[in-house]
T-cell receptor
Framework: GIQVEQSPPDLILQEGANSTLRCNFS?????LQWFHQNPWGQLINLFY???GTKQNGRLSATTVATERYSLLYISSSQTTDSGVYFC??????????FGTGTRLQVFP | NAGVTQTPKFRVLKTGQSMTLLCAQD?????MYWYRQDPGMGLRLIHY???????AKGEVPDGYNVSRLKKQNFLLGLESAAPSQTSVYFC??????????????FGDGTRLSIL
C-alpha cells in the first residue's frame, strides 16, 4: 500500500538538545520532502531529499532510498524549532502523500 | 512575489451553505493542489490539477469540486457544506519539472468551520 509513517509522534526537548526524527515510506512512494509546520500553521519547505544527505544550518536530512527511510536531524534545538515536522513522499509523480507528523516542543 | 495566496483565511458556514475557496499563485507553476488538514493529522489530498483546464481526484474528493480556468488560479468549491468538512484547507503549487523533483510551495491555509 501507500504508506508514509513517522516516529516518534511527539517529542519534548530542552533547548540545546539534539534530536532525530524518522520517516519510513513504502515502495510506491519516492522523492521525500520534509516540512515544518510552525505554531501559526504555516508549512515551510525544509528539504527535498530523494536520496543522500543535505544540510541547512542546524538541520540536516538523510534519505536511504534503498531501505525506504529518511531521517531529519535537529541539532542544538531552539524554542523556534517547535511545531510539527512532516515528511511526505511522491506517489505516481503527481501526488504528495504526507505522514502524520512528529510534534516537537522545545522548552527553554 | 507573493507566492501562493489563499482567500479567505477564515470562514464560518452553516450546514448546507455553499462557498468557494480561492488559491492564486504568481510563480507560473503548472501543478496546483488542494489539501485538508484535520487535527493531529497530516495533509490529505482533495483534488489537484496538472495544468490549466485539467483537474483530477485525490485521496478525499467527495463533497468538493474544483476548477482551473486560469493557470494562476485553482478554486475549491463546497456545494453543500457538512460539519465533517470542518478543517484547515491548504493550497499548494509546484513547477512541472522532471518527474516529481520540484518542491511544493504552500499557502498559509484557510480555516473553515461548519456549524
Amino acid at each position: 500500500g501507500i504508506q508514509v509513517e513517522q516516529s516518534p509522534p511527539d517529542l519534548i526537548l530542552q533547548e540545546g538538545a539534539n534530536s532525530t526524527l524518522r520517516c519510513n515510506f513504502s515502495d510506491s512512494v519516492n522523492n521525500l520532502q520534509w516540512f515544518h509546520q510552525n505554531p501559526w500553521g504555516q508549512l515551510i519547505n525544509l528539504f527535498y531529499i530523494p536520496s543522500g544527505t543535505k544540510q541547512n544550518g542546524r538541520l540536516s536530512a538523510t534519505t536511504v532510498a534503498t531501505e525506504r527511510y529518511s531521517l531529519l536531524y535537529i541539532s542544538s534545538s531552539q524554542t523556534t524549532d517547535s511545531g510539527v515536522y512532516f515528511c511526505a513522499g511522491w506517489y505516481n509523480t503527481d501526488k504528495l502523500i504526507f505522514g502524520t507528523g512528529t510534534r516537537l516542543q522545545v522548552f527553554p | 512575489n507573493a507566492g501562493v495566496t489563499q482567500t479567505p483565511k477564515f470562514r464560518v458556514l452553516k450546514t448546507g451553505q455553499s462557498m468557494t475557496l480561492l488559491c492564486a499563485q504568481d510563480m507560473n507553476h503548472e501543478y496546483m493542489y488542494w489539501y485538508r488538514q484535520d487535527p493531529g493529522m497530516g495533509l490529505r489530498l482533495i483534488h489537484y490539477s496538472v495544468g490549466e483546464g485539467t483537474t483530477a481526484k485525490g485521496e478525499v474528493p467527495d463533497g468538493y469540486n474544483v476548477s482551473r480556468l486560469k493557470k494562476q488560479n485553482f478554486l475549491l468549491g463546497l456545494e453543500s457544506a457538512a460539519p465533517s468538512q470542518t478543517s484547515v484547507y491548504f493550497c499548494a503549487s509546484r513547477d512541472a519539472g522532471e518527474g516529481s523533483n520540484q518542491p511544493q510551495h504552500f499557502g498559509d491555509g484557510t480555516r473553515l468551520s461548519i456549524l
